[in-house]
């Protein structure tokens, strides 16, 4: 039997901050910011809702969607790269929060392709029974690490959290293939020194292009499908522009890919379960279709998986 997600749950803050927001805080438009990023408002957390607090809300949805108490999740992975502190990890502060007191727990990161890592180390442990009910979260405050007087990365980052119950479903269904990689070589073009992150949006903007293409035709083939299979394109919500590229790459319709990217910005490893939250919630993702989710950020990593949705 395959691994696949049971359940799922998101959390966004309250605040919301428009570009018309920003173009009192930075030399910006609206209409720049729309044209290069499809960005029009994203979420940030008040200054006392951390990380942890994100995540937990998410979690707790995602544990009710599955039907199951949280004493029955076996480990709690966390992908994040803006934890509340170098230490306690998120997942062993998520899993006092959460009650789930026989559950192991460890933070993942890997950017914004985090999720993508959270579900496939989760794929193993469930499929090798050694735990039966494994939670994800992809989660971040990426408010508290972007300067808010640098233009060129102030528009494009929001907060947020999406969490997923991965187990056992139904013969044929869950995770079909997924292709995991990394090149270390680029990270010096998205990182944090000190407080702020940094990006060289032209070296990360080619990488992703070609990386994002690449890998979803790679775990397609994996999964022994073609194109004209795929009912649904969930990219990591980046930039309008590098996930149209991915879409054309495959070929699908624009109906075919979900775009969030508008109303939440880039909350890097909420981003994915975030989207697919929400085409599940709008019947655009039912039982039996198929999913392409494909995510890349700094490291650089990436990560691609082929789903087949349903329990």
């Known amino acids: 039997m395959n691994a696949g997600i049971i359940g799922l749950g998101t959390y966004s803050p309250e605040k919301v901050l428009t570009n018309e927001d920003l173009e009192k805080m930075v030399d910006t438009s609206d209409e720049w910011i729309r044209t290069r990023t499809g960005i029009e408002e994203r979420r940030i957390a008040e200054e006392a809702e951390n990380t942890s607090h994100l995540a937990f809300k998410a979690a707790k949805e995602a544990i009710k969607d599955a039907g199951i108490s949280p004493e029955q999740i076996g480990l709690i992975l966390v992908a994040t790269v803006t934890p509340d502190y170098p230490f306690p990890s998120v997942s062993t502060m998520l899993q ?81 293939s997924f292709e995991l990689g990394a090149d270390g070589s680029g990270g010096k073009h998205l990182f944090q020194d000190g407080a702020y992150l940094s990006m060289n949006g032209r070296e990360v903007f080619k990488f992703a292009v070609r990386q994002m293409g690449e890998s979803a035709v790679n775990v397609i083939e994996k999964a022994g499908l073609t194109k004209e299979d795929i009912d649904m394109l969930i990219p990591h919500q980046a930039n309008i522009r590098i996930m149209e590229a991915s879409r054309e790459r495959l070929g699908l319709p624009e109906e075919k890919m979900s775009k969030t990217i508008h109303k939440y910005g880039n909350t890097s490893s909420a981003s994915i379960p975030l989207s697919l939250k929400e085409e599940v919630v709008n019947g655009k993702v039912k039982d039996d279709d198929i999913v392409v989710m494909v995510g890349f950020g700094g490291g650089l990593t990436w990560g691609a998986i082929t789903l087949k949705w349903g329990r």
């Open 96 to 176: 006092h929060q959460l009650g789930a007191t026989n559950a192991a727990a460890m933070d993942i990161s890997a950017a914004c392709a985090g999720f993508m890592y959270g579900l496939v180390t989760a794929k193993q442990f469930v499929e090798s029974n050694t735990y039966s009910h494994v939670l994800v979260v992809g989660v971040e405050k990426l408010s508290k690490i972007t300067d808010w007087e640098d233009r060129n990365t102030a528009v494009l980052f929001g907060d947020g959290a999406g969490a997923a119950v991965v187990s056992k479903v139904s013969e044929g269904r869950g995770i079909l």
